[in-house]
């Protein structure tokens, strides 16, 4: 057989073979492909609700601090009011103190006790009818002053009584406010990032699908590029009539290797100490340091704090570092009874139906905290108010 004629049979039959492989190829590729669309055309659409929704919570979140501005008005206006009741109540104290000392008075020089024989006594011993007329009428004038004096010591007493009520209605009504506020912040921020993770994770699988597709298609366009050539080859081969040579072939396999996905590991860092007694001695002394700070919805510095962000602050100067919501700070603790408890423990509250006010125990039944009424300041957890929602103690370590 003429050898020109088997080296061009030879030729042919690889291009064949060669061009109906990449044919085959297409077909899975372009299979591929279309999955991977399909499932970004998906992931797409779950991103995009995702990202919905947490518009949605950040738009609550962003009323909600519109809100708090306002309720934030509102509970200066119930602080002045209690400082106002606190003053005349003050006042009430000190009429009914001054009443007091002149009715003793009467009733040393005219037992004023209700025996009515005094009274007699002091006519009967007039010395003349002229006497007698002038100690009546001293006897009714002693009488209807004592009289209204009561009268007016027993309403202010009265009063003091209501003021002092609807001083502590007020400081309630106040505190109360306060756990609402914290409890919602801490669900939308949950939400909130509940919602970012799911983003967050849509988007690494979609990165992924991406990154596979890209991956196909490039093994797509290899493989036609592979077909052209080999077409090419085939078309050649089938022209060469008088060339004797032999045509060589180098059939290279291109293997694509696909790129892990680089995912980012985000690791968050809280550092943490046991509260010794050389770190409670620093956290005392920057608690005891903003007495008196007014309470600030969201506050976390000497401007205002609100019960976490003082709590934050009080362990920040021994460099511990707390979550930023009472409810995580609880989370975070190592729960301890109360007589386990010790000054420098974290001690909880639920007012709401969820942890939402948290203090520093002190030690002797008393904490301090960021009370809405009253700013930075000690109370004692046996109060009548705070008893009754007491949760417990918590120990960071």
């Keep these: ?93 000190v009429a009914i103190e001054q009443r007091e000392a002149k009715l003793n008075d009467q009733a040393r020089s005219v037992q004023v006790d209700g025996d009515n024989q005094n009274y007699v006594d002091f006519i009967v011993n007039a010395d003349s009818i002229a006497d007698v007329i002038g100690r009546v ?59 970012e993770a799911v983003v967050a994770s849509i988007a690494a699988e979609k990165s992924v699908v991406e990154n596979e597709k890209e ?59 046991t509260v010794s007694d050389g770190s409670w001695a620093t956290i005392k002394t920057a608690a005891y340091g903003v007495l008196g700070t007014p309470y600030l919805y969201g506050g976390t510095t000497t401007r205002g704090f609100d019960c976490s962000g003082f709590t934050s602050y009080a362990f920040a100067a021994a460099g511990i570092s707390l979550p930023r919501t009472a409810s995580a700070q609880y989370s975070a603790s190592s729960k301890i009874s109360q007589s386990e408890a010790q000054p420098g423990d974290l001690v909880f509250f639920n007012q709401t139906g969820s942890i939402d006010h948290v203090g520093i125990y002190l030690g002797n039944n008393q904490f301090i905290g960021s009370q809405s009424s009253t700013g930075v300041s000690v109370t004692t957890i046996s109060q009548a108010y705070w008893a009754q929602y007491l949760v417990g103690f918590g120990r960071i370590n």
């Design 1 to 93: 057989m003429n050898k020109k004629f088997i080296n061009i049979a030879l030729v042919a039959a690889l291009g064949f073979t060669a061009f109906v492989a990449p044919i085959t190829a297409f077909a899975s590729t372009d299979k591929d492909i279309q999955t991977s669309t399909e499932k970004i055309a998906d992931l797409e659409n779950k991103e995009n609700s995702a990202e919905s929704q947490l518009a949605a919570i950040t738009a609550t979140i962003t009323d909600d601090e519109k809100n708090a501005e306002s309720l934030m008005d509102e509970m200066k206006n119930t602080q002045a009011s209690l400082q106002a009741l606190e003053v005349q109540i003050s006042d009430l104290k």
């Design 137 to 195: 009428d001293v006897v009714s004038q002693i009488v209807s002053a004592n009289q209204e004096l009561v009268e007016s010591q027993a309403a202010d007493k009265a009063a003091v009584v209501t003021k002092q009520e609807e001083t502590e209605a007020n400081a309630e009504k106040q505190t109360l406010l306060a756990a609402k506020l914290e409890a919602s912040k801490t669900e939308m921020e949950q939400q909130k990032l509940e919602k």
């Design 215 to 273: 991956q196909f298609l490039a093994v797509k366009a290899a493989a036609e590029k592979g077909a052209e050539e080999l077409a090419l080859v085939k078309t050649t081969a089938t022209a060469v009539e008088e060339v004797a040579t032999p045509v060589e072939t180098t059939d290279s396999t291109t293997k694509t290797v696909a790129k892990p996905v680089e995912t980012k590991k985000v690791v968050s860092l809280t550092k943490t100490a």
